[in-house]
Each structure stands twice: as structure tokens, then as C-alpha cells.
């Protein structure tokens, strides 16, 4: 059974401070790791695919990278609007299709 | 292109009710997915759908149903339903299994 676990479940930033959110894994045979944002409200909305250990990915303050049994989502100079709730999910070789197990999530506040 | 939408947004219920929820896939997509978060269990899988035929199932009692349509727009049904339905029902969409999925905002379900 793939699991995920992200760590920490709250952080608390203060704009410009750079920090590191951790999702470790366990999957038999790992097709693909997802990284996600979620707002208050809304459906997540979709950030990175990573795909093999070393695979590193980048999008605007947001740099995901991946090794054989985690993934961090690297946060540089933070800004108020980046709170969220960032999640982490996995789809592993046991299960068909397009099933995604994901982890708790951590939340992100980030302060002015 | 237009993303996810999910129909309807909220829903008040009371326990032993039925509910259907639509969800229309983004324009070219044929898979879709149907998740369940709730504050305790995080985001749960609950099916895909593609090419109208379901690809895998989550862990939840028969009560939970769904199908999808030859256009590719998917519903879901619960039936008799319990106070612990009470969930955001999010649906995603994607363009073959195996790709990156596109969350649509959920519909919020109230089981009274």
C-alpha cells in the first residue's frame, strides 16, 4: 500500500524567509510524484510532476525535487500570498490508472 | 480553455437522502477522478472513470457510485446517506490516465 507523509503540518514564515516543506514516501515502483497548492475553499491546484530521483523542477519562489524515498518543495523569499496548503501525493505501480494517494498536506503561512 | 467545474457547489442533506454530483472534465480529457477530503482523512480516492468504463476503485462501501458519459462528463452518487458523508467532493480531470490531474473547486456536502 503506497504512503505518504509530509512534515511539517504547519509552518510559519516571515516574508523573505526561505524554507524547505518534506513529503516522504513509500510506493511500490513510483510512476509519478505530484506537488499541489489548495486555498481555502478551492481544489488544489496543480504545481510539478517528478518522475525519477535526481529530477528537479522549478516555477517562479517553488523548486520541487525528488529522491528514492522523499520529495522537498523549496520555498525561496516567500511572500504573503504564497499561503497555502501545499500537498503531496504519489501514484505507485500497484494500483491501475490514475489514483493518487496523498499526504496530509502542510500548511504554509506566511507573514508581512 | 475553460478548467474542471463541479455542479452543485454546496449541498445541505439529511441522513438517508440520496445525492448526485456532476463534474465536467476540461475539454479533451477522459479521465476523471473522484476525490474525498474531509478535516480527519485528508484527500481519499474514490474512482476513475475512462472512456465511460471505471478504471479503479478506493476503499468505500457500495454507497458510493459513479459512471461517465460517452462526452466524458462524469456523476457520482451516494446513497442512504450517513452523517459521516459530510465532505468537499472533488473531482480532476486528466488527459489520459497517467497524466497530471486538473482539480475542478468541489462540491461542499452537509449531511444533517
Known amino acids: 500500500e503506497d504512503q505518504v507523509t509530509q512534515s511539517p503540518e504547519a509552518l510559519r514564515l516571515q516574508e523573505g524567509e526561505s524554507s524547505s516543506l518534506n513529503c516522504s514516501y513509500t510506493v511500490s515502483g513510483l510512476r509519478g510524484l505530484f506537488w499541489y497548492r489548495q486555498d481555502p475553499g478551492k481544489g488544489p491546484e496543480f504545481l510539478f510532476t517528478l518522475y525519477s530521483a535526481g529530477e528537479e523542477k522549478e516555477k517562479e519562489r517553488l523548486k520541487a525535487t525528488l529522491t528514492k524515498k522523499e520529495s522537498f518543495l523549496h520555498i525561496t523569499a516567500p511572500k504573503p500570498e504564497d499561503s497555502a496548503t501545499y500537498l503531496c501525493?504519489?501514484?505507485?505501480?500497484?494500483?491501475?490508472?490514475?489514483?493518487?494517494?496523498f499526504g496530509g498536506g502542510t500548511r504554509l503561512m506566511v507573514k508581512p | 480553455k475553460a478548467g474542471v467545474t463541479q455542479t452543485p457547489r454546496y449541498l445541505i442533506k439529511t441522513r438517508g437522502q440520496q445525492v448526485t454530483l456532476s463534474c465536467s472534465p476540461i475539454?479533451?480529457?477522459?479521465?476523471v477522478s473522484w476525490y474525498q477530503q474531509t478535516p480527519g482523512q485528508g484527500l481519499q480516492f474514490l474512482f476513475e472513470y475512462f472512456s465511460e468504463t471505471q478504471r479503479n476503485k478506493g476503499n468505500f462501501p457500495g454507497r458510493f457510485s459513479g459512471r461517465q458519459f460517452s462526452n466524458s462528463r462524469s456523476e457520482m452518487n451516494v446513497s442512504t446517506l450517513e452523517l459521516g458523508d459530510s465532505a468537499l467532493y472533488l473531482c480532476a480531470s486528466s488527459l489520459f490516465s497517467n497524466n497530471e490531474q486538473f482539480f475542478g473547486p468541489g462540491t461542499r456536502l452537509t449531511v444533517l
Open positions: 475539454s479533451g480529457h477522459r479521465s
Open positions: 501525493a504519489v501514484q505507485g505501480n500497484n494500483n491501475a490508472g490514475n489514483m493518487l494517494t
